[in-house]
Each structure stands twice: as C-alpha cells, then as structure tokens.
C-alpha cells in the first residue's frame, strides 16, 4: 500500500478497534482532513462518542456486515486473525494494514517527524513536546498515547510539515515509521510476550535509530545503561544528542525540588547555560523526560521562550499521576503504571507528595507480563503502608491458570509488605472507605481499568 492511495480523500477507510487511543486518533486526524471513515469496537466509550459527533459510522461489536463500501482496512495488533470484519476484507480483496503501517504513511506526508520512544515515559514526553510546539504556533499535527487537555484529547489534526507522535516498540511496530527525530527515554525488558529477552529489544531499537535519515536526529538518554550500550556499540548516519543529569550534551543542573516532587532546574548544553526551566509534574523521571522534549526543541529551533512557557504549563496527561480528587481529606491519585521499574518510580514520586499514609491499588496488566517480571513485581512496592492487588487485566489475552494476582501477593507478602488481594472493584472500595483516614493518599496503578476505584470511591 502506497503514500499516493492513503492521499486519495475519495476513499473510506474502515477501523477495526476504533476505539483504542491511537486507532481512534488516526481516524480524527482523517476525518479532520475530508476522509470517509468508520469503524468497530467491542465497546462504546467517551471516544467513540467523539468520533460519532464528527460523523464517523461507529459500530459496537465486530462482524463482517460492517465492511460496507470500504477501501481500505486499518487493524490494531490486538486484532485476532478470526476477526470477522478481518476475514471478510480478505474475502473481498480489501487492502489490510496495520496500525503501525498506517501511521507510517501518514508520517510520510509530514517533513518534521518526531518520534518518542523508550519502554516508558513516551506518552508525557509527547505531551511536553506538544506543549513547546503549540507555543510555536505552527500548526502541528500531535497523537498522543493519552489524553492531553491543551489538545482536548488525544489528537490533533494540523496542516503543516510537523507531525509528533508517540513510537510503540510493541512486535517492532516503529519500524514502520520514517522519522527525522527520534528520541530513545530509556530501555526496559517488556513485552516479552513477543520479544525473547533485553538483547532481543535492545537489536530492535538499533534498528529503529537506523531509519532515521542522515540529516536527522536522535535525542537519547545517555544515563540509561541499555541506550548507552546501543549507542557505544553501533554506528549510525544521524546526528546524536544526548542528555541526562550528570552526562551528555544536554544536562539539568541545580535541581531544587518544592514540597510536592516538582523540580526547578537549569539547563545546559556542554558548559553554556541555556536557560531556567521550571516544572509541574513530580519526580526525577519528569526532569530526564523534559530534557528529551528539549533536546528535541532545540534542533527545531524553536524559541526558549515556547520551551520554557510550555514546560510550565504541563501539568500532566490524564492517567499519568492525575490527580482524580479529594474525600474526607484523603488525596486520589492515578497513575498508568504497569511495568516494575514504572512503579517504583511513581511510588518515589508519591513519597515526595504530602502524606499520612500511602495505600496503592494495583492491577496487573496481562498474564504474560505479570508471569515474565513476577519477581520484579514482588520487589516493587516497598515505598508504601498498604498494597492492595486486584485481578490480572488480561487485556487481549486467556487466563491459563499459569500466575494469578493471589500468587503474586503471596511472593510479595514473603518481602514483609502489607499485602492484601481483593477480588472485585466493589470491596476495594468498601474496604478503603473503611481505612482510609484524613491525610492519605489513595493511589491507583495500571494499565487496566483501575482507575474506575479511585473513581468510585470519590463518588
């Protein structure tokens, strides 16, 4: 499938799994400039709401009736080969393309690709950066991994050469991207249901920096020893920018932190002080974060005053240390995480917030994640007074019966935290109606659907 059909406005394009955060923000970004588009999910949700009021045809539930008068067919990862709608685009010779494919020839279109990668951080790294760049005033078109209230969502659909977007290392799927910056935050084994261990994801990203054309750019994270490693190892055609606390092109320096995690700080390239940055999101990992939104800035050329002004009003993305609210004086926070070293960095962050206790509800995300860093998991939640596991998320897989929450609970116990599993969103909540005390901090974690407790428990 070429660029040249994906620039034709005359044809529809259908999406299987339209409302996934990146599935539908490419199906605004194409309803935004003149497309025919619909698309199935398996469940109506604030997005797909969205989506209907542009006139996208929305249907719950997946069959193969839904492939009226389509062109081309867009598909998530998660989308199983028995998908019906799958089956009859191929019973009916329409073109098929994944998600990562698809973004891939959108970014065609686009001179100024900027690429974030890295096993965490990207969605608040993409939403620093798209913060800088609307201070620019240039038009830009954003996809953001979460939602972001300077864009009202998760998409925006300019018209200029700028396009930033999250890269997803999930089955490799940025190697279908063309950036002309990337930025690598940092490399972590995940994902191990497709990737066979660190080396495996590690070969990956070096041939992710290797599409990036020689002209372009990579901003990376010196300080973290798995980028280091690729960098020292390898040689490529772009321009490398480094950064990080103590090492690299780009530095933070004078780091003062106020009484809840947020750090101030100045910025410097070699020995040249650039300028003062002051942030409003918690913890160390927001000030490397910044850096990478930085480093990218400066090779756009974009004013110190859209860098500084924009990091200052980034507040955070929805689901990424959101505040949810305050009851009977106990503080609710929620937070994406779902990989070991996510956690514990969130939990430092949380320690930095003012507090009584800490009580953190966790959902695990995915049997094979949860069996692949079972003992990761169980070493990552000793900054906290109380535990509490809720079921695994199986998300787009089947419970074999193999690891459960219970099991993980009971490795955790044996590190002497306080630990609890409960079985249902209800008597998580009952049971934090009856411990929290004026002071504490709730925090949910995980990639499910476990922000509906915190949530809950404020209404």
């Known amino acids: 499938m070429s660029f040249d059909f994906i620039k034709d406005k005359s044809k529809k394009i259908h999406f299987i799994g339209i409302g996934g955060i990146s599935m539908s923000g490419l199906a605004e970004i194409l309803v935004k400039n003149g497309y025919k588009v619909s698309g199935s999910d398996m469940h109506s949700s604030h997005i797909t709401d969205k989506l209907k009021k542009q006139d996208v045809e929305i249907y719950i539930g997946h069959n193969d009736s839904n492939?009226?008068?389509?062109?081309?067919?867009?598909?998530?990862?998660?989308?199983?080969?028995?998908?019906?709608?799958?089956?009859?685009?191929?019973?009916?010779?329409?073109?098929?393309?994944?998600?990562?494919?698809?973004?891939?020839?959108?970014?065609?279109?686009?001179?100024?690709n900027v690429a974030i990668s890295g096993t965490h951080g990207k969605t608040t790294t993409t939403s620093m950066l798209a913060h800088i760049i609307l201070k620019e005033d240039v038009d830009p078109t954003i996809l953001v991994g979460g939602e972001l209230d300077a864009i009202s969502g998760n998409v925006?659909?300019?018209?200029?050469?700028y396009f930033i977007t999250e890269a997803c290392e999930y089955k490799a799927?940025?190697?279908?991207?063309?950036?002309?910056?990337?930025?690598?935050?940092?490399?972590?084994?995940?994902?191990?249901?497709?990737?066979?261990?660190i080396n495996h994801i590690k070969d990956t990203f070096v041939k992710f920096i290797k599409?990036?054309?020689?002209?372009g750019y990579l901003v990376a994270n010196i300080e973290d020893e798995?980028?280091?490693?690729?960098?020292?190892?390898?040689?490529?055609?772009?321009?490398?920018?480094?950064?990080?606390?103590?090492?690299?092109?780009l530095r933070a320096k004078d780091i003062i932190y106020n009484e809840l995690g947020c750090a101030n700080f100045n910025v410097y390239k070699e020995d040249l002080l650039l300028f003062h940055i002051n942030l409003n999101v918690p913890g160390q990992h927001n000030v490397l974060n910044s850096l990478a939104s930085i480093g990218a800035s400066l090779i756009l050329d974009f004013s110190?005053?859209?860098?500084?002004?924009?990091?200052?009003?980034?507040?955070?993305?929805?689901?990424?240390?959101?505040?949810?609210?305050?009851?009977?004086?106990?503080?609710?926070?929620?937070?994406?995480?779902?990989?070991?070293?996510?956690?514990?960095?969130?939990?430092?962050?949380?320690?930095?917030?003012?507090?009584?206790?800490i009580y953190c509800v966790f959902q695990p995300h995915t049997y094979s994640r949860t069996l692949s860093l079972f003992d990761d998991f169980s070493n990552s939640f000793y900054d906290i007074d109380t535990l509490i596991l809720a079921d695994i998320y199986a998300a787009r897989e089947k419970d074999t019966g193999v690891v459960s929450s219970d099991m993980?609970?009971?490795?955790?116990?044996?590190?002497?935290?306080?630990?609890?599993?409960i079985h249902s969103f209800d008597e998580i909540v009952s049971y934090l109606k009856t411990n929290l005390q004026k002071g504490d901090i709730l925090i949910t974690m995980g990639a499910g659907d476990v922000v509906n407790v915190g949530e809950m428990y404020l209404k």
């Open 67 to 112: 492939i009226k008068d389509v062109d081309l067919v867009v598909y998530t990862a998660a989308i199983p080969p028995e998908n019906p709608e799958y089956i009859k685009a191929i019973q009916l010779n329409i073109p098929l393309m994944d998600r990562a494919e698809f973004l891939g020839q959108i970014m065609k279109g686009h001179k100024y």
């Open 156 to 161: 925006l659909a300019g018209h200029s050469d």
């Open 173 to 197: 799927s940025f190697l279908k991207f063309f950036p002309y910056i990337a930025t690598i935050l940092n490399i972590d084994a995940d994902h191990l249901d497709y990737y066979r261990d």
């Open 211 to 215: 599409l990036i054309p020689k002209e």
């Open 226 to 249: 798995n980028v280091k490693t690729i960098l020292h190892n390898n040689d490529y055609k772009c321009t490398i920018l480094t950064y990080g606390l103590n090492h690299g092109d």
């Open 304 to 357: 110190q005053n859209s860098i500084t002004s924009g990091l200052s009003a980034f507040n955070g993305t929805h689901r990424r240390f959101e505040l949810k609210g305050t009851k009977n004086g106990v503080t609710v926070i929620d937070d994406y995480a779902h990989h070991p070293t996510e956690i514990k960095t969130t939990l430092s962050a949380t320690k930095h917030y003012p507090h009584n206790k």
């Open 408 to 421: 993980l609970g009971d490795k955790i116990r044996q590190k002497n935290v306080n630990c609890i599993n």
